[in-house]
Structures are given as C-alpha cells and as structure tokens.
C-alpha cells in the first residue's frame, strides 16, 4: 500500500476493521438494512406480475389460453376431409415457430341421433386416454356415457345405428365411460365444458356425449352435405412463463391470428380466432402498474430507516476510534480525510453487507412473496440497486463521520444546538397531509383488454408510514426533554432498577434513540398487519355473505345432502316472490338445526349473531328475521299468503346480495305454503372437495364465494400485504442493530462502573438485572410506543380498509394480537440475551486493565 503514496494509517485502514468485531457487525447490518428492502422491490414487483400471469394461467382453460380456432365445416363430397386437413397443416405450419405453442388437437362435432335417442357426435384427438371407461375400450365404434347406454340398453358389442343429416349408419359401440357430467371437469375437457354442461342459466337442451375418432367421424360425414363444428387448439406451456419471455409468445400468436384470419380460402364460411393470453399478460401488467404505488414507498421507508441505523454506524465509528482521530486530527488530518479514512476502513463490511442484502432479498421475497420466479430485468434492477445501496451507505458513514470528527476539539456552535431544537417532525408531519389529499385514492386501475385489478390505494402506505415517523420523532424528543430534566430523587429500594435508572438518565439521546428506533418499526409492522388482516377479513366478508357460504348449489328438484357433506352443509328452500310492508323481496327457508353449519357468519358483524336468530327460529318462535329493507314492518305476505310472523330486522344475513331485501324463515312454514320453491344445497368448506361429492345430484347451477375475487381482481392487494409482510421482518433487525450500538457505545463506561460497582459489594446477578431493567425498560417503552403510533394510523386510515363501499358489512377491523405477541416475546427473548452478553463482557474483565485504561 505504501508504494501507492498512502500514508501507513490509510494503508492499513481497510483490514483495520477486522479487530473491532462490534463496529464491523454494526457498518455491516447498517449496509445489509439499505440493500435489502432496494434490491427486494424490483425482485418482488417482478415476482408479482409472474404470479399473477401464473394464476391467471393455470385458473383458466388451456383450450382457450393458447390459440382456439373455431370454425364450421361443410361435408359435401369428400371436401370435408380435404378441407379439414388444409387447415390443420397450415396451422400446424404457422404455429411451429412460436415458442412454447404445442401442436393441435382437433374437435369434430355434430348433433346425431344413436338408436332412438339424441346425442353430441364428438371426434376428439386423444379422448380415450382422458374418460372413466366403464367396460370396454379397444376397437374402433362408439363411446357412449353409461347413464344414455343404460337407459338404451346398449351394450359394449351392440350394432347400434348412428343418423347423421339423412345417412344412417350401424356401428359397433367400443365402449362405455362414465358420463362427464357426474365427475369434476378435467383440464383436456374444458373447451367442451358448455356443451355437456350447459350455460349458466342456459336453456338450450343438454346431449350426452358420443365420442368416436376422427377418422370414423370423417367417414360417418363426408358426402352428407351437413355441416359440423370445428376447433382446433393449440395450447401454450406455461411452466416458466414470466412476464418477459411471454412476449415472444404473444408476437407470435399474433402472426398466427393475423394468418388465419386472412386465409378466407381455408374458411370460407368465416373463422373466430381467440387466445385468452394477450389479455391474461395484459392483467399481470396492470398488477405490477398497480403495485408500484404501494411498494416502492414501503422499499424508500425501509431504506431510510436502513440509511439512519447507517448514519448512527458512522456515529459509532468516530466514537470507538477519537484517540486515534483525535491525533490525526491533532496533526494535520481534516474532516474530509477522515471521512475518507472511514470510507476506506468500511468498505470491505459495507459491501460484504451490501451483498449479504441483496442474497437475503431474494430469499425473502422467494419464500415470503408470491412466487420465486424473476424476469432478468427484474435480476439486473435488484444488483443495480445494491449498487445504489453500497454507495449511498459509505456516503451515510462518511457524512457522519466528518461531522462527527469536524467538532473533536471544538465546542458544537450555538447554530447546530439551534438546529437540534428545531421541530423538524413536522416536515413528515406535513408531508402526510399532504399526501393524504394528494394521493389517488382509487381502489381500482384497469383497461379495455384486461379489465380491472383491485390495489391498496398509494396513500394508503404512504401517509401512515410519514405519519409514523412524525410521531416517532416527537415521540423521541419528549422522551429526550424529559429524561434530561428528570432527577433521580433517592435511591430505589433495589439495587438494578436503580443502577438502571441511574444509566437511563445519564444518557437521555441515546435512550430517546433506541426507543424511537424501536417505536418505528414496530408501528410498522403492527399497522401493515392491521391493513392485511382487515382488508383480507372485509374481502371475506363481503364475498361470502353475497353468495352466503363457500358453495351454494340450485338443485333440479329436492335431493338428499350427500353423506360426506352432511357435517357441512344445509338444505335450503329459495323464493323470490313475497312482499314484507309493500316491499318485494326473496325468501329463504332454512333448517336451524342445519343451517349454521353450512352458512358463513363473522362475528365482528353488527346486529344479532346468526347462532341466536337460529336459536329463535329452532325454539318455534313465530318470527320472519328481514335484512335490507326498513324496520318495523309487521306484515308478511308469501306467494299471496298473509303469514302471521313477527318481522325482526338486522343489518345482513347470509346470501343477501345488492338487490331485493333477504327474508329468512323456517323451511317448514316455507314448505307448508305448498309453493314451488327452488331447492338449494349451501356447503362450507373447500370447493375441490365439495364439487364430487354432489356429482350424483341433480344440480342446475351453482355459485361459489371465491369467484368474487377470481380472475385476479384483487391478487395486487395480495401481494402487497406480502410486501408488507416481509418488510415487517425487518423490524427485529433494526431492533437488534440499535440495541447492538446503545449498548457497544456504553461498554467501556460499564466496564470500569462494574469493577467499582463489586467494591461496593454490588453481586453479578444485581448487575444482569440492572442491564435487563435498562435494555427492556427502553425497548418496552418503544414496543408501547409503536402500538400506539400505529393505532394511531389505524384510527386515521380506518375507513379507506373497505375497498368495496358499496358492498355491506363494511370494514371489518381484525387486530393482529398474534404478531403483538410474537413482538412482544421477541422483545423479552432480545432483551435476557442483549444483558447476558453485556453482563458476561463486564464481567470478564480485570480490575487492574480497567483502572489503568485511558481510552
């Protein structure tokens, strides 16, 4: 280093660090605090957008993901084979260069007639790999559903005759299959779920399904003259598919399109291309659009509070190291060089930390965010931000660290003691405000292609968050201004808490620091568990009361409740024609017995609880219990019928949605009226369970409470409330590293205090318990702190939680009493270890080292 020119104590400055273990951990978790949160936010936004294209991707069906072509097909002469097989090969053709597109599966269909009754004709490229076969299966014929072959009385063998469009053909049936409609719906059939379903409140009649090949279907067609359905699907593998490699794909499909729509001569009575992919990438854009507003404020909160345990690092340096500053500084050496002496010893630490950050960020957003799947734009931002991190962390240690050592022999001037005293906590304090009203508070972003996606509003984030800060800061100076005029009056009976009390008072900025650096992020993270919890409870809420459970079936007729479901669900009875004091309304007759089970009730809900309206009905009291409309009607009339029921209002009740009042009553006086009513089974618990086992049930339709927030509508909100989350795991970290500082910063007074301290007959265990009354007395000042601090901004922001106003019951507040006492315990656990380690330093000690030490 010499022959550089530097001077022997800047040559040695960067491997000088390495034999103070306490400034190195300090500079290096100051470094891993700033590059941490900087280099998660564009890891995190770029995992949300894959997320959300991911979510999107496996919810919807891969018929239509990829490319679906759809057109007819005229079978006059032997055209029709002809025709079909022009367009396979050219689709075929086009689609090979696209990334990641699969090749084509082709559907052939048509109405026909087998034996005496009406079916689907299907030809479908590798059906019989993708059904239940009942009994056969080898050979070409038909497959027939086993509920039309048994009411046929078909066998597997049977010649049966097959009319298609005036030919009528025999054919032997290869097989029977369980019928589609009595399994859960697979992935290969989805294309086809509407023909052997049926629509959603359709009334086009339903077929069984017929499957045979497309060769026998070609041969069955050809020369008819009739005219069949034709699709052909081209999936896309979506493993792996980000928002960056998607659009390849996308450019590609479009090339497609535009092929297939101008080849009139492939399709001469017209063609519908569509692929859900555009529209799908287009989403997962506006969730990362979304996102932004809410995660780069909280990755900038974090890292300032990174830069400020920085700046006390640097703080730290200058007082470990004033004898040898002090000499240079005594021989020639200023501020600047100083500073530049720091910058060269906590380099090393600084990026050792900087990177430790940026490995830490991946981690973290890898397990705590929504899916570890990074585009390489997203890998490039997060380095260079660790870069950013690295830079401005040496140049928080180098500022303080030249101010810090421009005043080593002089007396801080009038001007800086004036600037200490200036409120400074009202520029946050403003700046909240200011955002506040500011800010957009729209709760939704969207467009034409993709619709809308719901977001936590930005001023949502970043008013509490400089709310906060404002606050902490006041709350640090009045603690400051009053330990520095309070005055130990005697001495306390016990010996720890009065040597703790004794230290407090000696040191009132630094007490005022550690509880302000505890209060902040505590407020933190107790007020983004707040707004997950409440957001996430009031979506909740509002999605399961619209539908009134998690499944919700309109059955046919009456059916029994299925043997696995009888613990969870409820037969209901539904009515929609009844007046109560001239308002119409809808009525639902319920078992009581059952009825609780099965419907979803929160109990943070105003009014009575569900339990007790059901305790009134199933006691045989007369009463009708009417949500939505006014109070105090007192007549009931149902299908025409005056009942004499007593009406008590409440504010919801399961199943009440947006439109008409909701009426509920027992099912024996709905039932007893002789009504047509439309029988319905609720069922709580998971659908994927749910849907097969009422397979066997005549079901017409259903409704479950997770399609109000399907299609990625409210994912953003989501995946902030991860953010959230994972910047809350920051918390402990800022705790510890200020901890680590309060009390490095006072060991060599402790030391030589301690070895008077056992002159005066003061044993080690009063010792530890004086450094456990000093350490958790301040940190349990800044843990009451922060929960107040973030009451406080749950108090201000409480009403913007509901991010659908329209939609009762409103905001349902959900305190985190769990992380308040995993904080709460962390907070114990921190401080029994931070005053054992003090307490075994201070006792390792020797007397005789100690009174001769002068540093």
């Given at each position: 280093?010499?022959?550089?020119?530097?001077?022997?104590?800047?040559?040695?400055?960067?491997?000088?660090?390495?034999?103070?273990?306490?400034?190195?951990?300090?500079?290096?978790?100051?470094?891993?605090?700033?590059?941490?949160?900087?280099?998660?936010?564009?890891?995190?936004?770029?995992?949300?957008?894959?997320?959300?294209?991911?979510?999107?991707?496996?919810?919807?069906?891969?018929?239509?993901?990829?490319?679906?072509?759809?057109?007819?097909?005229?079978?006059?002469?032997?055209?029709?084979?002809?025709?079909?097989?022009?367009?396979?090969?050219?689709?075929?053709?086009?689609?090979?260069?696209?990334?990641?597109?699969?090749?084509?599966?082709?559907?052939?269909?048509?109405?026909?007639?087998?034996?005496?009754?009406?079916?689907?004709?299907?030809?479908?490229?590798?059906?019989?790999?993708?059904?239940?076969?009942?009994?056969?299966?080898?050979?070409?014929?038909?497959?027939?559903?086993?509920?039309?072959?048994?009411?046929?009385?078909?066998?597997?063998?049977?010649?049966?005759?097959?009319?298609?469009?005036?030919?009528?053909?025999?054919?032997?049936?290869?097989?029977?299959?369980?019928?589609?409609?009595?399994?859960?719906?697979?992935?290969?059939?989805?294309?086809?779920?509407?023909?052997?379903?049926?629509?959603?409140?359709?009334?086009?009649?339903?077929?069984?399904?017929?499957?045979?090949?497309?060769?026998?279907?070609?041969?069955?067609?050809?020369?008819?003259?009739?005219?069949?359905?034709?699709?052909?699907e081209l999936a896309v593998n979506t493993d792996g598919l980000t928002t960056a490699n998607v659009h390849p794909v996308l450019d590609g499909l479009q090339r497609l399109r535009?092929?297939?729509?101008?080849?009139?001569?492939?399709?001469?009575?017209?063609?519908?291309?569509?692929?859900?992919?555009?529209?799908?990438?287009?989403?997962?854009?506006?969730?990362?659009?979304?996102?932004?507003?809410?995660?780069?404020?909280?990755?900038?909160?974090?890292?300032?509070?990174?830069?400020?345990?920085?700046?006390?690092?640097?703080?730290?340096?200058?007082?470990?190291?004033?004898?040898?500053?002090?000499?240079?500084?005594?021989?020639?050496?200023?501020?600047?060089?100083?500073?530049?002496?720091?910058?060269?010893?906590?380099?090393?630490?600084?990026?050792?930390?900087?990177?430790?950050?940026?490995?830490?960020?991946?981690?973290?957003?890898?397990?705590?965010?929504?899916?570890?799947?990074?585009?390489?734009?997203?890998?490039?931002?997060?380095?260079?931000?660790?870069?950013g991190a690295f830079v401005v962390t040496l140049g928080a240690i180098a500022l303080v660290a030249a101010r810090r050592t421009a005043h080593l022999f002089d007396v801080p001037?009038?001007?800086?003691?004036?600037?200490?005293?200036?409120?400074?906590?009202?520029?946050?304090?403003?700046?909240?405000?200011?955002?506040?009203?500011?800010?957009?508070?729209?709760?939704?972003?969207?467009?034409?292609?993709?619709?809308?996606?719901?977001?936590?509003?930005?001023?949502?984030?970043?008013?509490?968050?400089?709310?906060?800060?404002?606050?902490?800061?006041?709350?640090?100076?009045?603690?400051?201004?009053?330990?520095?005029?309070?005055?130990?009056?005697?001495?306390?009976?016990?010996?720890?808490?009065?040597?703790?009390?004794?230290?407090?008072?000696?040191?009132?900025?630094?007490?005022?620091?550690?509880?302000?650096?505890?209060?902040?992020?505590?407020?933190?993270?107790?007020?983004?568990?707040?707004?997950?919890?409440?957001?996430?409870?009031?979506?909740?809420?509002?999605?399961?009361?619209?539908?009134?459970?998690?499944?919700?079936?309109?059955?046919?007729?009456?059916?029994?409740?299925?043997?696995?479901?009888?613990?969870?669900?409820?037969?209901?009875?539904?009515?929609?024609?009844?007046?109560?004091?001239?308002?119409?309304?809808?009525?639902?007759?319920?078992?009581?017995?059952?009825?609780?089970?099965?419907?979803?009730?929160?109990?943070?809900?105003?009014?009575?609880?569900?339990?007790?309206?059901?305790?009134?009905?199933?006691?045989?009291?007369?009463?009708?219990?009417?949500?939505?409309?006014?109070?105090?009607?007192?007549?009931?009339?149902?299908?025409?019928?005056?009942?004499?029921?007593?009406?008590?209002?409440?504010?919801?009740?399961?199943?009440?949605?947006?439109?008409?009042?909701?009426?509920?009553?027992?099912?024996?006086?709905?039932?007893?009226?002789?009504?047509?009513?439309?029988?319905?089974?609720?069922?709580?618990?998971?659908?994927?369970?749910?849907?097969?086992?009422?397979?066997?049930?005549?079901?017409?339709?259903?409704?479950?409470?997770?399609?109000?927030?399907?299609?990625?509508?409210?994912?953003?909100?989501?995946?902030?409330?991860?953010?959230?989350?994972?910047?809350?795991?920051?918390?402990?970290?800022?705790?510890?590293?200020?901890?680590?500082?309060?009390?490095?910063?006072?060991?060599?007074?402790?030391?030589?205090?301690?070895?008077?301290?056992?002159?005066?007959?003061?044993?080690?265990?009063?010792?530890?318990?004086?450094?456990?009354?000093?350490?958790?007395?301040?940190?349990?000042?800044?843990?009451?702190?922060?929960?107040?601090?973030?009451?406080?901004?749950?108090?201000?922001?409480?009403?913007?939680?509901?991010?659908?106003?329209?939609?009762?019951?409103?905001?349902?507040?959900?305190?985190?009493?769990?992380l308040v006492g995993g904080l709460a315990a962390a907070a114990v656990v921190t401080t029994m270890l931070a005053a054992a380690v003090a307490q075994r330093a201070v006792s390792?000690?020797?007397?005789?080292?100690?009174?001769?030490?002068?540093?």
């Amino acid at each position: 280093m010499k022959r550089w020119g530097l001077p022997s104590p800047w040559a040695r400055a960067p491997w000088m660090l390495l034999r103070r273990p306490a400034i190195s951990v300090a500079v290096a978790a100051a470094a891993f605090l700033v590059a941490l949160p900087a280099a998660a936010a564009a890891l995190f936004l770029s995992a949300a957008g894959n997320a959300s294209l991911r979510d999107q991707t496996a919810d919807a069906c891969p018929a239509f993901t990829g490319a679906h072509v759809e057109a007819s097909l005229e079978f006059t002469g032997a055209s029709g084979a002809r025709q079909l097989d022009r367009r396979v090969r050219a689709l075929t053709e086009a689609g090979a260069p696209v990334p990641r597109l699969s090749g084509p599966v082709v559907t052939l269909t048509s109405r026909a007639t087998v034996g005496t009754g009406t079916v689907s004709l299907v030809a479908r490229d590798g059906f019989a790999d993708n059904v239940t076969v009942l009994d056969g299966g080898s050979g070409p014929g038909l497959w027939l559903p086993d509920g039309f072959a048994g009411a046929q009385g078909i066998r597997v063998g049977d010649q049966v005759p097959v009319a298609l469009t005036g030919r009528t053909a025999m054919m032997p049936v290869a097989a029977v299959y369980a019928d589609l409609r009595s399994q859960p719906d697979r992935p290969y059939w989805c294309g086809l779920v509407d023909l052997y379903r049926g629509k959603p409140l359709g009334e086009v009649a339903i077929y069984p399904l017929a499957l045979v090949s497309r060769d026998d279907f070609l041969a069955l067609a050809d020369g008819t003259g009739s005219v069949a359905g034709t699709t052909v699907e081209l999936a896309v593998n979506t493993d792996g598919l980000t928002t960056a490699n998607v659009h390849p794909v996308l450019d590609g499909l479009q090339r497609l399109r535009d092929d297939t729509n101008q080849a009139v001569d492939r399709y001469p009575g017209g063609v519908r291309f569509s692929s859900g992919l555009p529209a799908m990438a287009e989403r997962a854009d506006l969730v990362v659009g979304a996102l932004t507003g809410t995660v780069v404020p909280l990755a900038a909160a974090a890292t300032l509070a990174g830069l400020v345990v920085a700046g006390a690092a640097g703080g730290f340096w200058v007082d470990r190291r004033r004898a040898e500053l002090t000499v240079l500084s005594a021989r020639g050496a200023g501020p600047v060089a100083l500073a530049g002496k720091a910058v060269l010893e906590v380099a090393l630490v600084v990026a050792a930390g900087a990177v430790g950050g940026w490995f830490a960020a991946r981690a973290l957003v890898g397990s705590a965010g929504p899916i570890a799947l990074f585009t390489p734009a997203a890998r490039a931002g997060s380095v260079w931000a660790t870069a950013g991190a690295f830079v401005v962390t040496l140049g928080a240690i180098a500022l303080v660290a030249a101010r810090r050592t421009a005043h080593l022999f002089d007396v801080p001037p009038v001007r800086a003691h004036r600037r200490s005293r200036m409120p400074w906590e009202v520029l946050p304090l403003a700046g909240a405000v200011v955002s506040w009203f500011v800010l957009g508070d729209d709760v939704q972003t969207g467009s034409a292609g993709a619709g809308t996606v719901a977001h936590v509003p930005p001023r949502l984030v970043v008013a509490p968050i400089l709310l906060v800060i404002a606050l902490a800061l006041g709350v640090a100076r009045l603690t400051r201004w009053m330990l520095a005029r309070a005055r130990a009056r005697g001495g306390p009976a016990h010996a720890g808490l009065f040597l703790a009390t004794r230290r407090v008072l000696a040191g009132p900025v630094a007490a005022a620091v550690l509880i302000g650096a505890t209060a902040v992020p505590v407020a933190l993270a107790v007020y983004g568990a707040s707004v997950t919890g409440s957001v996430e409870r009031t979506l909740h809420a509002e999605g399961q009361l619209i539908v009134g459970t998690d499944v919700v079936f309109s059955l046919e007729g009456p059916a029994p409740v299925p043997p696995a479901l009888v613990d969870s669900a409820s037969a209901v009875s539904y009515y929609n024609n009844a007046r109560v004091g001239g308002t119409t309304v809808e009525v639902i007759g319920v078992d009581p017995a059952t009825f609780g089970r099965a419907a979803f009730w929160d109990p943070a809900l105003p009014g009575p609880s569900l339990d007790d309206l059901l305790g009134r009905l199933a006691s045989g009291e007369k009463i009708a219990v009417l949500a939505g409309a006014t109070r105090g009607a007192s007549t009931v009339d149902i299908g025409g019928r005056a009942m004499p029921l007593t009406v008590v209002g409440v504010p919801q009740l399961p199943g009440k949605k947006s439109g008409n009042p909701l009426l509920m009553v027992r099912q024996d006086v709905l039932d007893g009226l002789g009504l047509v009513t439309r029988p319905q089974l609720w069922v709580r618990g998971d659908p994927d369970r749910i849907l097969p086992a009422v397979a066997g049930l005549p079901v017409r339709t259903y409704a479950e409470a997770a399609s109000v927030t399907a299609a990625g509508v409210y994912s953003p909100i989501t995946y902030t409330f991860g953010f959230l989350a994972a910047v809350s795991l920051l918390c402990g970290a800022i705790i510890i590293v200020g901890l680590l500082l309060y009390l490095t910063a006072k060991a060599r007074a402790r030391r030589s205090a301690y070895v008077l301290l056992k002159r005066m007959s003061v044993s080690a265990a009063d010792h530890w318990r004086s450094l456990f009354f000093e350490v958790g007395g301040l940190l349990l000042a800044g843990f009451v702190a922060g929960l107040a601090l973030a009451a406080v901004a749950v108090a201000f922001t409480y009403g913007a939680y509901d991010l659908n106003p329209a939609t009762v019951p409103g905001t349902v507040l959900d305190v985190p009493w769990g992380l308040v006492g995993g904080l709460a315990a962390a907070a114990v656990v921190t401080t029994m270890l931070a005053a054992a380690v003090a307490q075994r330093a201070v006792s390792r000690a020797r007397p005789a080292e100690v009174l001769r030490d002068s540093r």
